[in-house]
């Protein structure tokens, strides 16, 4: 199946393809064969011409993994997304695996009326695919930018989200409760790597529709292959993104950038669970500008290079500034914003510094949701363990990590924690 093709895509290839088998075949003398070329060379002008033309401004591409608990959830959003369905300018394609599917159907969403059932055409079914696979991601988005082409990408992980890591074992992204596998931080970094490759160009936007993924040690990883990275601090809701709402406003400004369709959709996620599309309930939403990264991992850097050289009394009050910081479910992730600002009031350390970590933020963090449980919140957090036993059982990997690498967070945690 010629998925994504124009109808007339056999006719424009004809004609090239009978010119081109004629000067294979020499049917012609020097000067018929010249002209066949010329004739070749303009055919194959006009079909680039005709597919660039139908080439859209942006494709979206949701990993809906409903090999779990969040199962239900999954029809609930594509319903949503048939709310507004694709447009000449947006092109919205799913990949919908269910706790009950034998198959794993990928889709190309159209509008429709009906909020209950799943109506858009399956464009490609498939048997039941591990979608805690990073192989399974790669060939999923690889196959939407093959029949999907775009100026643009945006590209979505819908499941469960744990950020880096998780106190019982990895548990970053993507739980396929089927195999047992997971996407871990890195396997998503090689993902996006290989994506982008593929796509060549960046990916515009990469989205956590999950929980706990707003991380420096998550987005390091696709750095070089992402523009905008969006994820959320603390948990999701079961309901997740609006995406009716977040469609509906974007279709109507197809040509907005990159950032403000970033900045749309966090806006747009806060204001639906402050009583409005989702309910209400206390969330987070932000978005990384990841050409910003080395700036923020520099500033990073020299923070975790003047903890390095703290007395023994203000590693303590150190370590009370961390205590003290906004935490999300996961109590060693802290808004490290909120954090430096506490470093600001309780420890003795180079305000030079702290000023570059906060201007790091304020360029690095491009958009910033919360409702009222999380104003202290900054957009980014970062592991920040407030016991030696955490860190010593998750320190080796940590070390690895590309943000450490960067950063060497890693051993200012270490010097913070003999001291409990």
């Known amino acids: 199946m010629n998925v994504g093709l124009s ?36 055919w194959m002008g006009v079909l680039s011409s005709a597919q660039a033309a139908t080439k859209a401004k942006w494709t979206m591409l949701v990993y809906f993994n409903g090999h779990n608990n969040l199962a ?25 695996a269910g706790r009950t599917n034998k198959t794993t159907n990928r889709y190309l969403v159209k509008k429709d009326t009906n909020l209950t059932t799943v109506t858009s055409p399956i464009v490609q079914a498939l048997p039941t695919v591990d979608m805690g696979d990073y192989r399974s991601l790669i060939d999923f988005a690889q196959w939407g930018i093959q029949n999907y082409p775009a100026e643009h990408y945006f590209l979505v992980v819908w499941n469960h989200g744990g950020g880096w890591d998780q106190k019982l074992g990895p548990r970053d992204i993507s739980w396929d409760d089927f195999t047992h596998h997971v996407i871990t931080t890195e396997q998503l970094g090689f993902s996006l790597n290989e994506i982008a490759k593929f796509a060549g160009q960046p990916i515009d936007i990469y989205g956590n529709d999950a929980c706990l993924m707003s991380m420096p040690e998550v987005s390091a990883e696709m750095d070089q292959a992402v523009k905008y990275f969006i994820g959320s601090e603390e948990n999701e809701p079961g309901d997740g993104w609006p995406y009716d709402d977040f469609l509906s406003a974007w279709v109507k400004t197809p040509n907005i950038s990159a950032l403000e369709i970033s900045k749309l959709l966090a806006a747009t996620y806060r204001k639906s669970y402050e009583n409005g599309s989702q309910g209400l309930s206390e969330v987070t939403l932000s978005a990384f500008d990841l050409s910003k990264s080395e700036t923020f991992y520099q500033a990073v850097a020299n923070l975790s290079r003047e903890i390095r050289g ?103 945690l270490k010097i913070l924690h003999p001291i409990e």
């Open 7 to 42: 109808p007339d895509f056999g006719t424009l290839v004809s004609g090239p393809l009978l010119l081109l088998q004629d000067v294979l075949m020499l049917r012609a003398g020097g000067h018929s064969m010249f002209k066949a070329l010329t004739m070749l060379v303009i």
């Open 72 to 96: 239900s959830y999954v029809p609930e959003d594509i319903n949503e997304m048939e709310k507004v369905g694709s447009t000449p300018e947006i092109n919205l394609v799913v990949q919908w």
């Open 310 to 412: 703290l007395s023994l009394m203000q590693l303590n009050s150190l370590l009370q500034a961390a205590q003290g910081a906004q935490y999300y479910d996961n109590l060693y992730y802290r808004d490290l914003g909120d954090f430096i600002n506490k470093i600001g009031t309780q420890v003795s350390l180079n305000k030079t510094v702290l000023n570059e970590v906060k201007a790091a933020i304020s360029s690095f963090v491009v958009a910033n949701e919360r409702t009222s449980k999380y104003q202290t919140s900054q957009g980014v957090s970062i592991w920040l363990p407030t016991t030696s036993a955490d860190f010593s059982n998750k320190e080796e990997r940590y070390s690895k990590l590309k943000f450490n690498l960067k950063t060497d967070w890693h051993s200012a």
